[in-house]
């Protein structure tokens, strides 16, 4: 029986979440499996992986042979490394404990790689926030200066709807003082 590490789909449509299975080579996509080694996410960014590492290598060593996504997320998380650190240790040319520190070394180095791009990640969306509420900011800045444009040429156009009636009052006023003026003119002479 030939046995297969794979990805077996699980969850639902359009949010995909998958085990990484050890299977028969015969058996299908979602259907029977030997042992769940792990689950991959990959809808999360960096994508979410939990893997028995110690299960997998035992796996490898009893000759499952890995599809090429499976293998791919087995090296990602240093499967694959200890399965060759493994070879070395029954072939004698390295100890229990070097393989051990090389894998933890291996383990402390990608740890650092993926929390630079966590916080790659964490800073990009801080700064893309910024930058819209920075152009929301001048966007409303616009928006109270033509709000206040448009009451400024209201209040400008009332004012002079008004004036011509306060002109005209006067006009009427001074026009009215004029005939008295010369009334008192005429009655002097």
Do not use: C
């Amino acid at each position: 029986m030939s046995v297969k590490i794979r990805l077996q789909r699980r969850g639902k449509k359009g949010k995909p979440y998958f085990w990484i299975v050890a299977a028969d080579a015969r058996s299908k996509r979602d259907g029977k499996y030997l042992e769940k080694i792990g689950a991959y996410n990959p809808t999360t960014n960096p994508a979410t992986i939990e893997l028995d590492v110690d299960l997998a290598v035992s796996w490898l060593q009893n000759g499952a042979q890995p599809t090429d996504t499976a293998r791919g997320i087995l090296s990602y998380k240093g499967a694959m490394l200890k399965n060759h650190l493994a070879g070395g240790v029954r072939k004698g040319a390295l100890t229990e404990e070097q393989a051990e520190e090389k894998f933890a070394a291996w383990l402390e180095e990608k740890a650092g790689k993926v929390d630079a791009k966590k916080e790659g990640l964490a800073k990009a969306g801080a700064d893309a926030k910024a930058k819209a509420l920075e152009a929301e900011k001048e966007t409303n800045a616009k928006r109270e200066a033509e709000a206040a444009q448009v009451i400024a040429d209201a209040e400008a156009a009332e004012a002079a709807a008004n004036a011509p009636a306060e002109e005209a009052a006067e006009v009427e006023a001074s026009t009215e003082e004029a005939p008295a003026e010369d009334a008192e003119t005429k009655t002097e002479e």
